[in-house]
Structure formats: C-alpha cells, structure tokens
C-alpha cells in the first residue's frame, strides 16, 4: 500500500520550460511535506518542504503547491535548466511520530539544452 | 568535515551470507535511518533509531537487522542475504524533530547485489 503516489514517473522538458510533478497522499495525519532531489550516484537531498497550513511555498525557481482538501501538493521548476536535471522524490510525514518519511515512487527529469 | 558516510559503496554477495552495511555520521545527530532504493518504489523506511541504543522498525523491517551502540554508527545486517533485497541502501540522519521536522541528511548509498 503506497500511501504517497507520484506522476510522472519521468518527464523530458526543453530548457527554460516548465517542469511539474504531482503526488497524492492518502493519511490526512501527514503534516510536513518535503521534495528531495537525487543526483546519479548521489543521496537525495532536501529541495524545499510545506506544511499544511499554507498553500505554496517558493524557494528560487522551486515552488510547492498545496491542496489539503484534495491531499494533493506539487513541484514546480520553473525556468529548467540542465543542472536540473535529476530524480525527484515527494515524501510526507507526521510530526508527532518522530521523523520518518514516506516517500513517493520518484520523477526522472531530463532537461533538453 | 566528512558528514555522513557509507560502507562498502559496492558489495556483491551470494544468497544465504551475512553482510554488514556501515553508518557513521561526525553531526552527533540523534535519529539515524536505514532505506532502500528500488525502481518505483522511491525509497522505503527499513529501520530507524532515535538514540543510542533505541531502534523501532520501519516499513520494510523483514530479513534486516540493526544495532546503536554508539550515537555516530547505525550498521545494517542482512542475516541471510536473498535476491530480493539486492538494492541501493540508503543511511540518513536527522536531529531531534523535537517541536519540528528536521531535515535529514543522505549518505552516499551502498548498491549491493546478491547473487
């Protein structure tokens, strides 16, 4: 039972466009939402992170959207550039159960000089 | 500063050995984490330590084994390693979430094959 679900598994997009990545959670106990990216060979390492209480939060060309009706939250990377290009993963957690992190199934980007 | 480190990088063993996959952390972080990385899977949470000598089971707990001893080292045992649990293992860190979540930090990750 995969209770953060994320879409696209992979997705090609030319440089300067924008990249948008979906997930899906099912526990409404999730309050703290963050996006890891992960370079070949490399640990992830956090991006940006949400919590509920706000709708969006953005950090340079990165920017979450949140929906807690839908239990819904999205990446967008606007402006991609190659150095962009990576595996994103969408995770969740609660706060009160420690630290764990429920991940989604990851997105492959590549970004097209 | 050497962070969080991982040992070996590369292993490949035959089914039914023991292998050990080494943590250390120089942060003096309190909680350390153990995940697997498989295709479509993302990573799944397989043990978790909130101190020195205090472990509880993640997500996918069966055929691992871990131990904390000592607050910088989380080592992992596969006891009698299977196909299955041929992966990219993954060792984190994090300070106490104590009034917040705090980031946790990625080692390099071990890809280990068993054959």
Known sequence: QQQVKQSPQSLIVQKGGI????CAYENTAFDYFPWYQQFPGKGPALL???RPDVSEK???RFTISFNK???QFSLHIMDSQPGDSATYFCAASIEAAGNKLTFGGGTRVLVKP | DAGITQSPRYKITETGRQ???MCHQTWSHSY????RQDLGHGLRLIYYSAAADITDKGEVPDGYVVSRSKTENFPLTLESATRSQTSVYFCASSESPAGGQETQYFGPGTRLLVL
């Open chain 1, 19 to 22: 990249s948008i990545i979906n």
């Open chain 2, 32 to 35: 350390m984490f153990w995940y």
């Open chain 2, 19 to 21: 292998v050990t996959l």
């Open chain 1, 48 to 50: 940006i992170a949400i």
């Open chain 1, 58 to 60: 953005k950090e340079g």
């Open chain 1, 69 to 71: 009706s839908a239990k």
